[in-house]
């Protein structure tokens, strides 16, 4: 493996091994096992700018938000609501779909109360499913109280709800920037201004209603909680962790294709857009704005998993007994830090220490980076020791992934042969070849994306 650069931007290695190696330490270390519910809130575009700069009121933002989440469940306990106690943990995620900057927080709260009984022993008081309107009540507490704070420190219009401030007076670097990125537009070269091109697709131009969704939308809020976990789904559990401690752009879902970098979209957008093309620089700029403040925690928990929370010692232990859960390593066997051999092992299932002859365990001895060191262990094996010679037979290129729009080549996932060259912003249309042509377009008008 490659050394690490230890950046928090959009590094897929380093971001790959803090998804994997956060997300078996919440499982292992924090959540107990209960059933516990995933709750998104979205904010509004003005508010994401202004969060995006100010950390301290983006955390007080998110208090608002936990606080009210935790009452909410207290009170749908079969218990006391002023003993029972309950917790949560939220990832702060700064990316949007489409690369863009929106700031959104990711929740998984357990899904009941804990009550206190007899001797200190704790028990488990789960809730049922909340339903929409529950939901909505609850927006409609977290969003009356945002703008209450927002009006006490004289950051918020009655009228309209947008933050407002001394940003517009002496605005901080990048403030073009990351206002461009939150509206879904760009801020330098010759699209300033404009949104980034998109290919659509007239087959996905339909809006998917999911029976099962429990959310609602309130003036620019959006608050979800449509999925749930149950307490033996350790294994579900981990992957939700991961996805909410994923990379803002994973880099399958990155190709090139004559100059331009194609993103494509989790899922398409309901006027039929399945990916955003990017110039070079245009990419640069939305990654630039995605780079979190400096030392700026974006894992935060809450209640009882809170670091100083009486019970967090009985919580975090709560229903795991004394087998490992899993059939993972228990705490005293497993590292703080897990190397990247268990990592991957974890993750991935791919186990590097393998011996691929005998089948035993194979051990990390050193990190060689020495010329000479080199130089002797490669005389020892008996391998060519001149960096300039060429190998035994020719290297190939790797091959191309499968979502690259390679030009006289029809690719069934796009449904389209080739894309021109895009020159100035004057030509925003590419020609499309093949009979897939009236479907697909490469477009900068404004998108209906998704409020996440």
């Known amino acids: 493996m490659a050394l690490s650069c230890r950046g928090r931007g959009f590094c897929q290695s380093c971001l790959g091994r803090r998804m994997v190696a956060r997300a078996a330490h919440l499982v292992d270390r924090v959540l107990p096992v209960v059933p516990v519910r995933h709750w998104v809130l979205s904010l509004p575009f003005a508010l994401r700018y202004r969060l995006a700069w100010d950390h301290e009121l983006c955390r007080a933002v998110l208090g608002i938000f936990a606080r009210a989440l935790m009452a909410f469940t207290r009170r749908r306990a079969r218990c006391d609501p002023t003993t029972a106690r309950t917790g949560a943990v939220t990832v702060i995620q700064r990316a949007g779909s489409a690369a863009n900057l929106n700031i959104h927080f990711h929740t998984i709260a ?95 131009a339909t809006k998917r ?150 089948g035993s365990r194979m051990r990390h001895i050193a990190t060689i ?3 000479e060191v080199i130089h002797k262990v490669l005389v020892h094996l008996g391998l060519d020791t001149d960096p300039d010679a060429q190998p035994p037979h020719s290297a190939r290129a790797p091959p191309a992934p499968a979502s690259a729009l390679a030009p006289g080549r029809s690719v069934p996932e796009i449904g389209i042969t080739a894309v021109a060259p895009i020159g100035r912003f004057t030509a925003r249309l590419a020609r499309l070849a093949g009979p897939a042509a009236d479907s697909k377009v490469l477009t900068s008008e404004p998108p209906s994306a998704p409020s996440r």
């Open 110 to 204: 357990v899904d009941g109360a804990f009550v206190e009984g007899r001797g200190g022993r704790l028990s488990f008081r789960p809730v049922r499913a909340p339903s929409p309107d529950e939901v909505s009540s609850l927006l409609a507490i977290v969003r009356t109280r945002i703008l209450a704070l927002l009006a006490r420190r004289g950051l918020v219009v009655a009228e309209t709800g947008d933050p407002t401030g001394d940003f517009d007076l002496d605005p901080p670097p990048l403030a073009e920037v990351y206002a461009a990125s939150v509206r879904q537009r760009l801020a330098t070269g010759e699209r300033a201004g404009r949104e980034p091109m998109r290919l659509r697709s007239a087959a996905f």
């Open 209 to 358: 209603e999911d029976p099962d969704h429990r959310g609602a939308r309130q003036d620019g809020f959006d608050l979800c909680a449509s999925r749930a976990v149950r307490a033996n789904n350790r294994s579900r559990l981990e992957r939700l962790c991961r996805y909410l401690l994923r990379p803002p752009i994973p880099a399958e879902r990155l190709s090139e294709e004559q100059g331009l970098v194609l993103l494509a979209l989790p899922r398409p957008w309901t006027d039929g857009s399945t990916h955003v093309a990017f110039e070079p620089a245009e990419l640069i700029e939305r990654l630039a704005a995605l780079v979190p403040r400096p030392h700026a925690n974006l894992i935060l928990y809450h209640g009882v998993l809170a670091g100083h929370a009486r019970w967090r010692s009985m919580v975090v232990r709560f229903g795991r007994g004394r087998e490992p859960v899993d059939g993972r390593p228990s705490r005293g066997e497993s590292s703080r830090n897990p190397t990247w051999a268990e990592l991957m092992r974890r993750g991935m299932d791919l186990d590097v220490l393998a011996c691929p002859r005998c």
């Open 369 to 371: 980076l020495g010329r």
